[in-house]
Nanobody, 127 residues
Framework: QVQLVESGGGLVQAGGSLRPSCTASGDTFTRYVMGWFRQAPGKEREFVASISRSGGSTSYADSVKGRFTISRDNAKNTVYLQMNSLKPEDTAVYYC????????????????????WGQGTQVTVSS
């Protein structure tokens, strides 16, 4: 069983950048597909990005394509979400998630397909 801990959220002005990270422990990191999700107040949790075990395949929500980049460092058991050109509507709690089962697209975008979740990190974008 893997444990996930996020860090790196914060407050930034519109147009700025942040790079939250998520460090895994407790199991072999390369066994897991990793995802980032977010949840704004009063809204459902939604998919942001996912990355394959090797890091060779990624997918993104349309709302963040071209602005966000997901990456992983398997030597450091860490997944990152580089967020550029941030907008106020990106304000949310950002969660990383992990799944060990093999999944086919678009299952990687589904909240319920992930088995393990971090505690979340707040990202606030001011206008």
């Amino acid at each position: 069983q893997v444990q996930l801990v996020e860090s790196g959220g914060g407050l930034v002005q519109a147009g700025g950048s942040l790079r939250p990270s998520c460090t895994a422990s407790g199991d072999t990191f390369t066994r897991y597909v990793m995802g980032w999700f977010r949840q704004a107040p009063g809204k459902e949790r939604e998919f942001v990005a996912s990355i394959s075990r090797s890091g060779g395949s990624t997918s993104y929500a349309d709302s963040v394509k071209g602005r966000f980049t997901i990456s992983r460092d398997n030597a450091k058991n860490t997944v990152y979400l580089q967020m550029n050109s941030l907008k106020p509507e990106d304000t949310a709690v950002y969660y990383c998630a992990a799944v060990r089962r093999p999944l086919r697209p678009p299952a990687y975008q589904v909240v319920g397909e992930y088995d393990y979740w971090g505690q979340g990190t707040q990202v606030t974008v001011s206008s």
